[in-house]
């Protein structure tokens, strides 16, 4: 799929701005502060509903406004499509597919984007939370269906800790036993179903990502992930050199992984009790980046963490690609090049020129590779300018 047209009112540093996007490479280029992520991040905000550098919303809201709208034209399967996101400082997030309403969870249906920016290093450096958004949301652009049920297991959860909170401040009366139990199921039917999609997810990007690891590092460094479950026993809170408990063959499959999760919950309940939190589930489960069979978190160096993560960014369009009706999803690469050495340089743009659409952001024309700029966008101070000399502070409307 593509873009052609992106539009934003009051977004980020963008009072108003209409883009084109050709299909093929996109070089989004300006000096730095000018708006070239913030432009990858509206459309990064439209695939997945989250942005990858704040978790509050309302940043994204241009200063002095209340509400931000990106409108971006689509085309896939020979359709045209006009989605719609507007975000509300206070309230409720609006989304329109071809002008008619459409709940917000849902337009993520509609666009598929993969984004790396620098901010991706902490995928590799940064804690268990991020990994799991990571594989959380490959789940839902792979399946959107899975939303849903990572919304219940949210759900699921919050009650169960509300139960064994008061069920700690007042001693578990023998109702709330009851009422345990029948969260305990449900917490464990859908975080396993969490659990052994993640598995299989981990499975399926094994390979891509270590085709992706050599062509952008320019060495096989045997780049693994590990699971680390915590209804094995990994607590995401113990120290953090000890070694991953690596699920057995029986976990990620079905009846195993429901089995083992109700077993570990039997045997935290009284630690629960006393905490007054669920302490096992795909909530404190972890993915252990490996490079040379060590822990790349840690032990890998700077240019290797980077090469891991945009890797795994790497893998995970080409699975959807793959496996998509919509053909290939969008890919974002944010300040990428400048990181890169030349022969790197060269060996990403062969690994990406093959995409329907690849849109690049750097502050320097030249750190490009000339076969990914021959589309160049120019952008400064929040507008898209006709050409770089028009850096001189005049009205460029
Ligand atoms: N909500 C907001 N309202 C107004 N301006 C904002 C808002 N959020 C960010 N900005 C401004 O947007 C600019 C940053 O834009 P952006 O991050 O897109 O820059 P960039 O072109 O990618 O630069 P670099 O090359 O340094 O990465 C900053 O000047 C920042 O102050
Ligand atoms: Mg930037």
Do not use: C
Not at 37 to 61: D, K, W
Not at 245 to 262: E, I, K, L, M, Y
Not at 300 to 307: F, K, M, T
């Amino acid at each position: 799929m593509r873009v052609t047209h992106l539009s934003l009112t009051d977004f980020r540093n963008y009072a108003e701005a209409e883009v084109p996007f050709g299909a093929g490479p996109n070089l989004i280029v300006g000096r730095n502060g000018q708006g070239k992520t913030n432009l990858v991040e509206a459309l990064g905000f439209l695939s997945t509903l989250s942005s990858h550098r704040v978790s509050q919303t309302g940043a994204m809201v241009r200063s002095g406004e209340d509400s931000a709208i990106i409108r971006a034209r689509l085309e896939y399967n020979g359709r045209d499509i006009l989605a719609e996101v507007q975000i509300n400082r206070s309230g409720l997030n609006r989304a329109q597919i071809n002008k008619s309403v459409i709940k917000t969870r849902e337009l993520p249906r509609y666009f598929s984007s993969v984004l790396f920016a620098p901010e991706d290093l902490a995928l590799v450096r940064g804690d268990p939370s991020g990994r799991r958004r990571f594989l959380d949301q490959l789940l839902v652009l792979r399946n959107p269906r899975f939303s849903g049920v990572l919304a219940d297991y949210d759900r699921v959860l919050k009650q169960r800790n509300t139960l064994l909170k008061s069920a700690r401040a007042s001693g578990l009366k023998t109702t709330q036993l009851g009422t345990l139990d029948i969260w305990d199921e449900r917490l464990v039917a859908l975080g396993s179903e969490i659990i052994d999609a993640r598995a299989d997810l981990v499975a399926q990007l094994m390979p891509p990502l270590h085709n992706a690891y050599k062509s952008v590092a320019g060495a096989d460094h045997g780049p693994n992930l590990v699971a680390s479950l915590s209804i094995l026993g990994a607590d995401e809170e113990a120290d953090e050199t000890g070694s991953p408990a690596v699920a057995p063959p029986n976990v990620g499959s079905g009846s195993g992984t429901a089995d083992t999760f109700r077993t570990a919950l039997a045997g935290l309940r009284r630690k629960e009790l006393d905490r007054g939190m669920t302490l096992a589930g795909p909530h404190r489960d972890d993915l252990v980046f490996e490079l040379n069979n060590l822990p790349a978190k840690g032990y890998a160096s700077h240019g290797e963490s980077w090469s891991f993560a945009l890797a795994l960014k790497l893998a995970s369009a080409e699975l959807l690609r793959r496996d998509s009706s919509s053909g290939d999803p969008v890919l974002i690469l944010d300040d990428v090049f400048a990181e890169l050495d030349q022969s790197r340089r060269r060996r990403l743009a062969e690994a990406v020129t093959g995409y329907e659409q690849v849109l690049i952001t750097a502050a320097v024309f030249e750190d490009v590779p000339a076969v990914l700029a021959a589309h160049a966008i120019h952008i400064h101070a929040g507008a898209v300018v006709d050409a770089p000399e028009v850096e001189s502070g005049a009205d460029h409307g």
